[in-house]
């Protein structure tokens, strides 16, 4: 693989690293800008006022670069935006953020918004985000990737909204356009009833699609991706030395876009997803990418760690590269500040007066039979919190397989949940998914264990596997948690019930639409 090094003084291009060199690069040559000035308003009638703003990229504040020559101009009527992908502020009631891409630079991009799909009133000006990847390889050529968002603040809760994207020549108020215009709706002022999916390991996949077409059918409220997202880095060391190739994620977010355009499509951070050609920490295409709430420890270093919450639910997502003993590439990149962070947030969560369930979710496994193993980072550092705090469901992605455990407490079982059983985590411990069946190629169980799933149940007293170590060795281990287990595409859909007797009704569904598992999660009051 050549190291590009065009427009590095050698003597300095001897002493940077692959990934160095790039951010150098990246520094010098993009074109990104913020766009500012005013925009059009209709007033603020009927509930609809906005404050446009700055989505907070890791960009944001740093001096202008200098500019390498303009490429060909492309008349905006010839662009089409694509791509959009929505996600929530750190406030889901009154914050949204829009996003989409464009294949080459445009002018003045915004979005409209408004109550009707026919009166898109307020006109927003859009961030730029521009990235650039040199070429990597002889195979592969430079590519440019215009990345566009825009900060919705000010929404009213529980609302539905229309927005429509847009850039000079392309006005999605037009007749012509009128097909692009998408809708979105905030988070309710108070808990009510509501379903969200998740899952991990997608990829660009005909499985990836159809689970999305499935989990659209699901009404969900929002979608959490355990990371793994797109698989444009295919080796997933985290290293300079893996085969990459930024325009995945143009294939991914088309594929993508008629879920996420509609639904909040929230994101964190895999081992497929350290881009090391993009500083810091190899996640500064992340944050070109999405716009994600912006309360965790470092937005900028680590935009996919978070918080939010939705309803009766805090949600709560982490960056488990930073602990895997796995694949150590950004082990304890954050000095243990992720950790210090878990553990405030979980706090404030527990004791929020509206909260009855805290859901966390990162990448890799705490607990799975399958080709991964389970991470002892993972449990060394964030278990005795989970305990600690009494979280009521994790999810993680990682192993292509879906895998759940029984009620873990201590690291044994607390409680055996078979398929169709009630848990109370207070009681019993914690619930443990893998649903990394998303769309990237499957997995499987060690060696004679059989598939275990709903109208399908093979119970086994043990399984052997295996966790990773502190000296990055597996260590075996014969376990008796393993449940369900299933060697097929799927996802997660949770159904949340507020009121007086809240709970989570969890199901696996598969992609030909078929329950492989439920369970329900019941706190006692």
Known sequence: MDTPNVGIPEPLARRL?????????????????????????????????LLAGSSGSAYAGRPAPARPPAPAKVDGRHVAPFGRHLAFGAEPRTQMRISWQVPFAVDNPYVRVGLRPWELSQKIPAEVRDLRTPSLSRKLPEVEQYYLHAALDRLEPGTTYYYGVGHDGFDPASPGHAGTVGTFRTAPARPEGFVFTAFGDQGVSYHALANDQL????????????????????????????TYDARVWDTFLAQTESVAKSVPWMVTTGNHDMEAWYSPNGYGGQSARWSLPENGFDPQGAPGVYSFRYGNVGVVALDANDVSYEIPANKGYSDGKQTAWLD?????????????????????????????????????AWLPLFAKHQVDLVVNGHNHVYERTDAIKGGEVGRPVPVGASTDPTRDGIVY??????????????????????GHVQDRDAVHTFHWTKSRLPDPDTVAWSRVRYTGFSFLAVEVT?????????????????????????RAR
């Open 433 to 454: 998914v893998t649903a990394g069946g998303a769309g990237k190629d499957l997995y499987s169980f060690p060696a004679g264990v059989k598939d275990s799933y709903e």
């Open 17 to 49: 690293s692959m990934a160095e060199q790039h951010a150098y690069l990246r520094a010098k040559l993009s074109r990104r800008k913020v766009l500012a000035g005013s925009f059009a308003t209709a007033g603020t009638a009927g509930g609809l006022g």
């Open 344 to 380: 405030r947030r979980l706090g404030e969560l527990r004791a929020h007066a509206d909260v009855d369930f805290v859901v966390v979710f990162f990448h890799h496994c705490a607990y799975s039979t399958a080709t991964h193993g389970s991470d002892g980072g993972v449990r060394d």
């Open 215 to 242: 989990i659209l059918g699901q009404n969900p409220s929002f979608h959490l991706h355990a990371g793994d997202i797109c698989y444009a880095d295919t080796t997933g060391h985290g290293k300079d030395t893996d």
């Open 498 to 522: 507020a009121g007086a007797r809240p709970r989570l009704t969890v199901s696996a569904l598969a992609e030909s639409g078929e329950r492989v598992d439920h369970f329900e999660i019941e």
